[in-house]
Protein backbone atom coordinates (compact mmCIF):
# COMPACT_ATOMS: atom_id res chain seq x y z
CA UNK A 1 0.00 0.00 0.00
CA UNK A 2 1.26 3.58 -0.65
CA UNK A 3 0.79 5.13 2.89
CA UNK A 4 3.19 2.06 4.16
CA UNK A 5 5.65 2.81 1.44
CA UNK A 6 4.80 6.93 2.82
CA UNK A 7 5.53 5.55 6.54
CA UNK A 8 8.86 3.66 5.96
CA UNK A 9 9.97 6.40 4.16
CA UNK A 10 9.92 8.72 6.63
CA UNK A 11 11.06 6.45 9.46
CA UNK A 12 14.10 5.57 7.58
CA UNK A 13 14.42 9.40 7.27
CA UNK A 14 13.70 10.07 10.67
CA UNK A 15 16.49 7.27 11.89
CA UNK A 16 18.93 8.72 9.94
CA UNK A 17 18.19 12.09 11.35
CA UNK A 18 18.54 10.81 14.82
CA UNK A 19 21.41 9.00 14.14
CA UNK A 20 23.48 11.98 13.10
CA UNK A 21 22.28 13.66 16.11
CA UNK A 22 22.57 10.86 19.14
CA UNK A 23 24.47 8.23 17.39
CA UNK A 24 22.73 4.75 16.07
CA UNK A 25 19.15 3.96 17.03
CA UNK A 26 17.73 0.35 17.17
CA UNK A 27 14.82 -0.32 15.02
CA UNK A 28 12.78 -2.98 15.29
CA UNK A 29 13.48 -6.05 12.88
CA UNK A 30 10.94 -6.29 9.72
CA UNK A 31 8.21 -8.73 9.41
CA UNK A 32 9.03 -11.62 7.56
CA UNK A 33 7.88 -11.92 4.36
CA UNK A 34 7.32 -15.53 4.36
CA UNK A 35 5.01 -15.30 7.29
CA UNK A 36 1.65 -16.70 5.76
CA UNK A 37 -1.04 -13.72 7.04
CA UNK A 38 -3.97 -15.03 9.35
CA UNK A 39 -7.02 -17.19 7.49
CA UNK A 40 -9.90 -15.54 9.15
CA UNK A 41 -11.58 -17.57 11.27
CA UNK A 42 -14.53 -15.49 11.30
CA UNK A 43 -14.84 -15.24 7.54
CA UNK A 44 -14.97 -18.70 7.28
CA UNK A 45 -17.57 -19.09 9.71
CA UNK A 46 -19.73 -16.56 7.15
CA UNK A 47 -19.07 -19.37 4.14
CA UNK A 48 -20.23 -21.66 6.80
CA UNK A 49 -23.58 -20.05 7.73
CA UNK A 50 -24.18 -19.53 3.85
CA UNK A 51 -23.63 -23.32 3.40
CA UNK A 52 -26.22 -23.94 5.66
CA UNK A 53 -28.87 -21.27 4.51
CA UNK A 54 -28.10 -23.16 1.15
CA UNK A 55 -28.84 -26.63 2.53
CA UNK A 56 -32.13 -25.03 4.18
CA UNK A 57 -33.33 -23.72 1.19
CA UNK A 58 -33.06 -26.96 -0.58
CA UNK A 59 -34.64 -29.34 1.65
CA UNK A 60 -32.07 -29.87 4.47
CA UNK A 61 -28.83 -30.59 1.95
CA UNK A 62 -26.34 -29.72 -0.88
CA UNK A 63 -26.48 -32.55 -2.60
CA UNK A 64 -26.50 -32.15 -6.90
CA UNK A 65 -29.63 -34.50 -6.53
CA UNK A 66 -31.09 -31.28 -5.74
CA UNK A 67 -30.84 -27.40 -6.06
CA UNK A 68 -27.98 -27.06 -3.37
CA UNK A 69 -25.08 -28.50 -5.02
CA UNK A 70 -25.63 -26.19 -7.66
CA UNK A 71 -26.30 -23.07 -5.45
CA UNK A 72 -23.40 -23.58 -3.19
CA UNK A 73 -20.83 -23.34 -6.12
CA UNK A 74 -22.88 -20.12 -7.43
CA UNK A 75 -21.80 -18.63 -3.91
CA UNK A 76 -17.88 -19.64 -4.32
CA UNK A 77 -17.77 -18.53 -7.58
CA UNK A 78 -18.94 -15.10 -6.74
CA UNK A 79 -16.45 -14.36 -4.61
CA UNK A 80 -13.80 -15.56 -5.99
CA UNK A 81 -14.31 -13.67 -9.33
CA UNK A 82 -15.34 -10.40 -6.99
CA UNK A 83 -11.64 -11.44 -5.71
CA UNK A 84 -10.38 -11.15 -9.22
CA UNK A 85 -9.85 -14.85 -9.77
CA UNK A 86 -10.40 -16.50 -13.11
CA UNK A 87 -12.88 -19.21 -12.53
CA UNK A 88 -14.21 -21.78 -14.85
CA UNK A 89 -16.86 -24.71 -14.47
CA UNK A 90 -16.18 -28.07 -15.67
CA UNK A 91 -19.42 -30.24 -16.53
CA UNK A 92 -18.75 -33.88 -14.95
CA UNK A 93 -20.81 -35.85 -17.22
CA UNK A 94 -20.56 -39.24 -15.19
CA UNK A 95 -21.52 -37.13 -11.96
CA UNK A 96 -25.02 -36.85 -10.58
CA UNK A 97 -27.16 -34.24 -12.28
CA UNK A 98 -24.36 -33.91 -14.93
CA UNK A 99 -23.10 -31.62 -11.76
CA UNK A 100 -20.21 -28.90 -11.76
CA UNK A 101 -16.39 -28.73 -10.77
CA UNK A 102 -15.42 -25.31 -9.88
CA UNK A 103 -11.68 -24.52 -10.78
CA UNK A 104 -10.38 -21.30 -10.04
CA UNK A 105 -6.91 -20.10 -10.87
CA UNK A 106 -4.59 -17.01 -9.28
CA UNK A 107 -2.89 -15.42 -12.46
CA UNK A 108 0.13 -14.79 -11.21
CA UNK A 109 3.35 -17.33 -11.12
CA UNK A 110 4.79 -19.94 -12.84
CA UNK A 111 2.23 -21.48 -15.18
CA UNK A 112 4.23 -24.24 -15.15
CA UNK A 113 4.57 -25.35 -11.85
CA UNK A 114 1.06 -25.50 -10.14
CA UNK A 115 0.08 -25.82 -6.32
CA UNK A 116 -3.29 -27.31 -6.50
CA UNK A 117 -5.59 -27.10 -3.52
CA UNK A 118 -8.84 -28.80 -3.29
CA UNK A 119 -12.17 -29.85 -1.22
CA UNK A 120 -15.39 -31.60 -2.28
CA UNK A 121 -18.22 -29.18 -1.97
CA UNK A 122 -21.21 -31.68 -2.55
CA UNK A 123 -22.92 -33.10 1.10
CA UNK A 124 -24.77 -36.50 1.25
CA UNK A 125 -28.47 -36.33 0.78
CA UNK A 126 -28.90 -36.87 4.31
CA UNK A 127 -28.02 -33.43 5.44
CA UNK A 128 -26.27 -29.93 5.24
CA UNK A 129 -22.95 -31.73 5.10
CA UNK A 130 -21.28 -28.22 7.26
CA UNK A 131 -18.60 -30.29 8.44
CA UNK A 132 -18.62 -32.62 5.42
CA UNK A 133 -17.20 -31.06 3.54
CA UNK A 134 -18.58 -27.40 4.14
CA UNK A 135 -15.19 -27.29 6.28
CA UNK A 136 -12.75 -27.79 3.83
CA UNK A 137 -15.13 -25.89 1.26
CA UNK A 138 -15.01 -23.23 3.24
CA UNK A 139 -11.51 -22.64 4.62
CA UNK A 140 -9.83 -22.90 0.82
CA UNK A 141 -12.49 -20.57 -0.05
CA UNK A 142 -11.07 -18.12 2.91
CA UNK A 143 -7.66 -19.12 1.72
CA UNK A 144 -8.06 -18.32 -1.86
CA UNK A 145 -9.40 -14.75 -0.80
CA UNK A 146 -7.02 -13.79 1.26
CA UNK A 147 -4.16 -14.63 -1.43
CA UNK A 148 -6.14 -12.45 -3.49
CA UNK A 149 -6.30 -9.36 -1.26
CA UNK A 150 -2.97 -9.38 0.16
CA UNK A 151 -1.19 -10.32 -3.52
CA UNK A 152 2.28 -11.69 -2.64
CA UNK A 153 4.75 -12.46 -5.46
CA UNK A 154 4.79 -15.89 -6.62
CA UNK A 155 6.78 -18.52 -7.64
CA UNK A 156 4.19 -21.01 -8.56
CA UNK A 157 0.82 -20.52 -10.17
CA UNK A 158 -1.98 -21.38 -6.76
CA UNK A 159 -5.15 -23.26 -8.63
CA UNK A 160 -8.30 -24.40 -6.47
CA UNK A 161 -10.90 -26.82 -6.95
CA UNK A 162 -14.38 -27.32 -5.47
CA UNK A 163 -15.17 -30.82 -6.47
CA UNK A 164 -18.87 -31.86 -7.56
CA UNK A 165 -20.58 -35.51 -6.48
CA UNK A 166 -17.30 -36.83 -4.23
CA UNK A 167 -20.02 -38.68 -2.34
CA UNK A 168 -21.12 -41.11 -5.07
CA UNK A 169 -17.09 -42.17 -5.01
CA UNK A 170 -15.05 -39.57 -6.48
CA UNK A 171 -16.44 -38.41 -9.96
CA UNK A 172 -16.23 -34.89 -10.05
CA UNK A 173 -12.63 -34.58 -9.00
CA UNK A 174 -11.56 -38.44 -11.50
CA UNK A 175 -13.67 -36.64 -14.20
CA UNK A 176 -11.38 -33.63 -14.08
CA UNK A 177 -7.71 -35.70 -13.64
CA UNK A 178 -8.64 -38.24 -16.27
CA UNK A 179 -10.12 -34.85 -18.67
CA UNK A 180 -6.20 -33.38 -18.54
CA UNK A 181 -3.65 -33.82 -21.20
CA UNK A 182 -0.77 -35.41 -20.11
CA UNK A 183 1.14 -32.25 -20.31
CA UNK A 184 -1.28 -30.35 -18.00
CA UNK A 185 -0.86 -33.12 -15.95
CA UNK A 186 2.63 -32.70 -15.34
CA UNK A 187 2.11 -28.95 -14.08
CA UNK A 188 0.22 -29.70 -11.29
CA UNK A 189 3.36 -30.34 -8.91
CA UNK A 190 1.77 -30.80 -5.93
CA UNK A 191 -2.32 -31.38 -5.13
CA UNK A 192 -3.41 -30.87 -1.28
CA UNK A 193 -7.23 -31.96 -0.53
CA UNK A 194 -9.26 -30.83 2.58
CA UNK A 195 -11.82 -33.09 3.56
CA UNK A 196 -13.52 -32.75 6.65
CA UNK A 197 -11.08 -30.44 8.93
CA UNK A 198 -13.50 -29.28 11.72
CA UNK A 199 -14.91 -32.27 13.41
CA UNK A 200 -16.25 -32.11 16.64
CA UNK A 201 -14.02 -34.11 18.45
CA UNK A 202 -11.59 -33.77 16.85
CA UNK A 203 -7.70 -34.91 16.05
CA UNK A 204 -5.08 -33.73 13.87
CA UNK A 205 -4.73 -36.11 10.54
CA UNK A 206 -2.29 -35.48 8.05
CA UNK A 207 -1.95 -36.95 4.92
CA UNK A 208 1.50 -39.04 4.86
CA UNK A 209 1.42 -40.13 1.04
CA UNK A 210 4.56 -38.01 0.43
CA UNK A 211 6.92 -37.19 3.66
CA UNK A 212 7.77 -33.50 2.04
CA UNK A 213 4.29 -32.65 1.93
CA UNK A 214 3.55 -33.51 4.89
CA UNK A 215 6.52 -32.35 6.63
CA UNK A 216 5.28 -28.54 5.34
CA UNK A 217 1.83 -29.34 7.48
CA UNK A 218 3.91 -30.55 10.39
CA UNK A 219 6.42 -27.76 10.92
CA UNK A 220 3.39 -25.45 10.86
CA UNK A 221 1.72 -27.56 13.86
CA UNK A 222 4.85 -27.85 15.68
CA UNK A 223 4.55 -23.99 15.88
CA UNK A 224 1.89 -23.87 17.76
CA UNK A 225 2.06 -27.04 19.91
CA UNK A 226 0.02 -29.62 18.16
CA UNK A 227 1.09 -33.04 17.70
CA UNK A 228 -0.16 -34.65 14.21
CA UNK A 229 -0.87 -38.27 13.47
CA UNK A 230 -0.79 -39.77 9.74
CA UNK A 231 -4.07 -40.11 8.42
CA UNK A 232 -5.55 -43.62 7.88
CA UNK A 233 -9.28 -43.17 7.74
CA UNK A 234 -9.19 -41.33 4.83
CA UNK A 235 -7.11 -42.77 2.89
CA UNK A 236 -8.05 -43.15 -0.43
CA UNK A 237 -11.37 -42.06 0.38
CA UNK A 238 -11.65 -38.55 -0.53
CA UNK A 239 -10.16 -36.42 -3.51
CA UNK A 240 -6.46 -36.78 -3.58
CA UNK A 241 -6.97 -40.04 -4.68
CA UNK A 242 -7.76 -39.29 -8.36
CA UNK A 243 -4.59 -37.12 -8.18
CA UNK A 244 -2.47 -39.89 -6.54
CA UNK A 245 -3.65 -42.60 -9.21
CA UNK A 246 -1.93 -39.93 -11.79
CA UNK A 247 1.21 -40.05 -10.36
CA UNK A 248 0.55 -36.95 -8.73
CA UNK A 249 2.34 -36.27 -5.12
CA UNK A 250 -0.41 -35.65 -2.78
CA UNK A 251 -1.44 -34.10 0.65
CA UNK A 252 -3.94 -32.81 2.86
CA UNK A 253 -5.66 -32.72 6.54
CA UNK A 254 -8.45 -34.16 8.43
CA UNK A 255 -10.12 -34.26 11.77
CA UNK A 256 -12.09 -37.37 11.48
CA UNK A 257 -14.85 -38.96 10.60
CA UNK A 258 -16.75 -42.18 11.98
CA UNK A 259 -13.29 -44.09 12.80
CA UNK A 260 -13.20 -43.98 17.39
CA UNK A 261 -11.01 -42.08 19.64
CA UNK A 262 -8.54 -43.72 20.99
CA UNK A 263 -7.72 -43.19 24.76
CA UNK A 264 -3.96 -42.10 23.18
CA UNK A 265 -5.91 -39.42 21.34
CA UNK A 266 -7.76 -38.08 23.83
CA UNK A 267 -5.15 -36.99 26.02
CA UNK A 268 -2.67 -35.70 23.14
CA UNK A 269 -5.94 -34.28 21.74
CA UNK A 270 -8.41 -33.89 24.36
CA UNK A 271 -11.93 -34.59 23.32
CA UNK A 272 -14.04 -37.64 24.42
CA UNK A 273 -12.39 -41.22 24.21
CA UNK A 274 -14.86 -44.27 22.83
CA UNK A 275 -16.67 -42.18 20.48
CA UNK A 276 -16.85 -40.98 17.02
CA UNK A 277 -14.31 -38.39 15.35
CA UNK A 278 -17.52 -36.75 13.84
CA UNK A 279 -20.86 -38.33 15.74
CA UNK A 280 -23.04 -36.53 13.09
CA UNK A 281 -21.39 -37.52 10.01
CA UNK A 282 -23.43 -37.96 6.89
CA UNK A 283 -26.18 -37.37 9.39
CA UNK A 284 -28.60 -34.42 8.97
CA UNK A 285 -27.03 -32.43 12.21
CA UNK A 286 -23.96 -31.99 10.37
CA UNK A 287 -24.79 -28.60 10.54
CA UNK A 288 -23.01 -25.12 11.96
CA UNK A 289 -23.32 -26.16 15.68
CA UNK A 290 -21.44 -29.38 14.88
CA UNK A 291 -18.36 -27.05 13.97
CA UNK A 292 -16.53 -25.77 17.25
CA UNK A 293 -13.25 -23.33 16.70
CA UNK A 294 -10.14 -24.74 17.17
CA UNK A 295 -9.67 -27.51 14.91
CA UNK A 296 -11.48 -25.53 12.22
CA UNK A 297 -8.96 -22.05 12.95
CA UNK A 298 -5.61 -24.73 13.47
CA UNK A 299 -6.61 -26.45 9.90
CA UNK A 300 -7.10 -23.23 7.87
CA UNK A 301 -4.08 -21.26 9.35
CA UNK A 302 -1.92 -24.32 8.23
CA UNK A 303 -3.49 -24.55 4.86
CA UNK A 304 -2.59 -20.50 4.62
CA UNK A 305 0.91 -21.71 5.59
CA UNK A 306 1.52 -24.49 3.10
CA UNK A 307 0.36 -22.22 0.76
CA UNK A 308 2.63 -19.19 1.74
CA UNK A 309 5.47 -21.91 2.17
CA UNK A 310 5.00 -24.09 -1.26
CA UNK A 311 4.19 -21.38 -3.68
CA UNK A 312 4.77 -17.76 -2.54
CA UNK A 313 8.21 -16.14 -4.21
CA UNK A 314 9.38 -15.40 -1.09
CA UNK A 315 9.90 -18.71 0.04
CA UNK A 316 12.06 -19.43 -2.85
CA UNK A 317 14.85 -16.92 -1.84
Same mark, same amino acid.
Given at each position: ??????????????????????????????????????? @??????????????????????????????????????????????????????????????????????????????????????????????????????????????????? #??????????????????????????????????????????????????????????????????????????????????????? @???????????????????????????????????????????????????????????????????????? #????
Amino acid at each position: MKWKTRLAAGATALTAMLGVLSGPVATAAPESPLAAPDI @SLANIKTHLTQLQAIARDNGGTRSPRGGGYAASVSYVENLLKNAGFATKRQTCTSCLGQSQNLIAEWPQGDANQVLMLGAHLDSVSAGPGINDNGSGSASILEVALTLARTNPAM #AKRVRFAWWADEESGMVGSRHYVSSLPGTERAKIKTYLNFDMIGSKNWGYFVYDDVASVKAVFDEYFASVGIQTEGDSEGDGRSDHA @SFKSAGIPVGGLATGAGDIKSSAQAQKWGGTAGAPFDNCYHRACDTTSNIPDPPLEKNSDAIGYAVWKLAVA #AARR
